[in-house]
C-alpha cells in the first residue's frame, strides 16, 4: 500500500504511529526461523510470502537474552488474548485511566489482531514464526499452559456441538447442500429438565462426545471439561452456556434458553434450579412452537409430578425423604402451572404494546389483512387487533423481535436485549406490518412476507 500511494518516509512514519507495525516486519530470532509445516491444502507458500521472509531481519540472542524473552512470552501466554500489560501504564507513572483514556483519543489505535499469535507478536516485537516455535518448544517441553485459551477452545467446541444438536447448519454447509443429520432435534426444543420424555442435552452431548473426542472416554472429557471451566459440565450447559452464546452472537442468539421461575428461593438464599428448563432453536420457529412446549413437554412433566405427590400422600412414610419430596413436588407442580400460564399469555398477547391499537386503528380490513393469506381477514378491528397481538412470530423479521416478546414475559434464563429495546422491538412490528400492509393495497409489493 505505501508503495502504491509512494508515500515518503515521514507519511509512513505517520501512519505506523497511529496503526503499529505489522506482525510480519518485526525481526526474526536466528535459530527459530524456519517456516512451519503447511496445512495439506498449501502445497508451498506464494512467492511474495517467500520473498517478504526473506528479506525480514533477522536477530542473534544470547542465551540471557532468551530467557528473558522466554519468561515474557510465558507470561502473556498464561494471561491469555486480550490481557493488559501492566509496563503499558505503570512504567510511565500514568494510572489505568490515564492509559486508556489516552488510547481512546487516538494516540495509538492498533490495528486489532486476529490470532493469539498475531497478538503475542505484537507485544513482544518478534516475528509470528519465531514466536511460535517458542510457544511451541515451551508447550512440549516445560509443558506451557495458557488455560484462558484451552477454556475458549473448550467451550467453542461444545457450543458448537449444541447447535449441531439443535440442527444447526452454517451457510458454508446449506450453500453445500449438506443435509441435517439424523442424530440432532427434530422440533427445535431440547429439554435440560429430567422426566420430559425425551432425551436431555447433557444425555445428547454424552452421546455426541463418543464421536466428537475419539480417543478420550465421556468420563475423561467431562473431567477436563471441569478442570479447564471451572464447574462441571451439564452446569455450564443449564448456566454459562446461554450468557456466552448471547455474547458471541452479539445479541442474536439462534439457541434461546426458556425456564420457568423457581416461587421460592433455596437453603440459605441460593438460587434454586427451575422446574423446567429447555432449548428452542430460532430456525425452528413457528406459531407452534410454543404450544408444542406447553403440551409436549410443561405438561406431561407436571401430570408426571402429580401422579408421584398422589403416591407419595397416599403412602404411611413420614421420614424427612419422603416429606422433602413431597414439599418439592408441590413446588415444581405450582411452578409449572405459573409458567404454563405464562406460555399461554405469551401466545395471546406475545405482541401487544399500548401503540399496537394506535398503529393498526382505521386500517382496511381486506384480504391483506389475513394473518397467513389463508385464513379470512378479521371482521371487525377487535378480531384484527386480537389476531396482531397474539405471538405469531416470523423469523424473517429477526432475533430481536421475535425474542423480545419472550424475555418482556421473564421466561429467558437471562436477558438477551436491553429493557427499553424491548418494546421498542415489538413496536417496530407493528408499523412495519403496517406499513407492509399499505404498500401492498398500493400495489407496490405483491404479497406480505410473512405469508410465506
Same mark, same amino acid.
Given at each position: ?116 499469535? /498475531? ?30 485459551? /484451552? ?23 446449506? /450453500? ?7 442424530? +440432532? ?17 447433557? /444425555? ?30 451439564? +452446569? ?153 397481538? +397474539? ?33 421498542? +422491538? ?27
Amino acid at each position: 500500500m505505501f508503495k502504491a500511494y509512494r508515500l515518503d518516509k515521514e507519511d509512513v512514519a505517520a501512519v505506523l504511529a497511529e496503526t503499529g507495525i505489522p506482525s510480519g516486519w518485526y525481526p526474526l530470532i536466528n535459530d527459530y526461523e524456519a517456516i512451519p509445516s503447511l496445512p495439506d491444502n498449501l502445497q508451498r507458500l506464494p512467492d511474495e510470502v517467500v520473498t517478504l521472509l526473506a528479506g525480514c531481519e533477522r536477530r542473534a540472542c544470547s542465551e540471557a537474552e532468551l530467557g528473558h524473552i522466554r519468561n515474557k512470552l510465558l507470561s502473556l501466554y498464561e494471561a491469555g488474548p486480550g490481557a493488559k500489560e501492566e509496563s503499558n501504564w505503570s512504567e510511565s507513572g500514568d494510572s489505568r485511566e490515564d492509559f486508556e483514556e489516552q488510547t481512546a483519543a487516538g494516540a495509538l489505535i492498533p490495528i486489532p489482531t486476529e490470532t493469539f499469535l /498475531e497478538e503475542l507478536s505484537q507485544k513482544m516485537n518478534i516475528h509470528p514464526i519465531s514466536i511460535y516455535w517458542l510457544l511451541k518448544e515451551g508447550i512440549e517441553e516445560n509443558g506451557w499452559r495458557c488455560l484462558p485459551e /484451552e477454556k475458549r477452545i473448550l467451550e467453542d467446541r461444545f457450543t458448537v456441538l449444541v447447535l449441531k444438536l439443535l440442527g444447526h447448519r452454517w451457510p458454508a454447509q446449506i /450453500e453445500q447442500g449438506e443435509p441435517v443429520p439424523e442424530w +440432532a432435534d427434530q422440533d427445535g426444543i431440547i429439554p435440560l429438565t429430567e422426566g420430559c420424555g425425551e432425551k436431555t442435552l447433557i /444425555e445428547r452431548i454424552r452421546e455426541r462426545s463418543v464421536h466428537e473426542f475419539p480417543a478420550e472416554t465421556v468420563t475423561r472429557v467431562e473431567r477436563r471439561f471441569a478442570e479447564v471451566v471451572g464447574k462441571p459440565l451439564d +452446569a455450564w450447559l443449564s448456566g454459562d452456556f446461554f450468557k456466552r452464546h448471547i455474547s458471541q452472537f452479539r445479541k442474536r442468539p439462534i439457541a434461546w434458553h426458556i425456564q420457568s421461575k423457581p416461587l421460592s428461593k433455596g437453603l440459605k438464599g441460593q438460587k434454586k434450579s427451575p422446574a423446567f428448563s429447555c432449548l428452542i432453536y430460532y430456525h425452528k420457529l413457528d406459531a407452534d412452537l410454543i404450544h408444542k412446549i406447553r403440551s409436549q413437554y410443561v405438561r406431561p412433566l407436571m401430570t408426571r409430578y402429580e401422579t408421584e405427590l398422589r403416591t407419595l400422600q397416599g403412602s404411611d412414610s413420614e421420614s424427612n425423604d419422603v416429606v422433602g419430596r413431597k414439599y418439592q413436588l408441590e413446588n415444581w407442580i405450582e411452578e409449572l402451572m405459573s409458567f404454563d400460564e405464562e406460555l399461554e399469555k405469551l401466545t395471546q398477547d406475545g405482541f401487544n404494546t399500548e401503540k399496537l391499537r394506535k398503529t393498526i386503528g382505521g386500517e382496511q380490513l381486506d384480504k391483506w389483512s389475513s394473518l397467513d393469506g389463508q385464513k379470512p381477514p378479521p371482521v371487525n378491528t377487535d378480531s384484527f387487533y386480537n389476531q396482531e397481538k +397474539a405471538y405469531f412470530p416470523d423469523i424473517n423479521d429477526g432475533v430481536r423481535v421475535n425474542i423480545a416478546p419472550l424475555q418482556r414475559a421473564g421466561l429467558l434464563a437471562l436477558n438477551v436485549l436491553s429493557q427499553k429495546d424491548v418494546v421498542k +422491538a415489538i413496536e417496530n412490528r407493528a408499523e412495519w406490518r403496517a406499513d407492509e400492509r399499505r404498500w401492498f393495497r398500493e400495489g407496490k409489493l405483491t404479497k406480505p412476507g410473512w405469508w410465506d
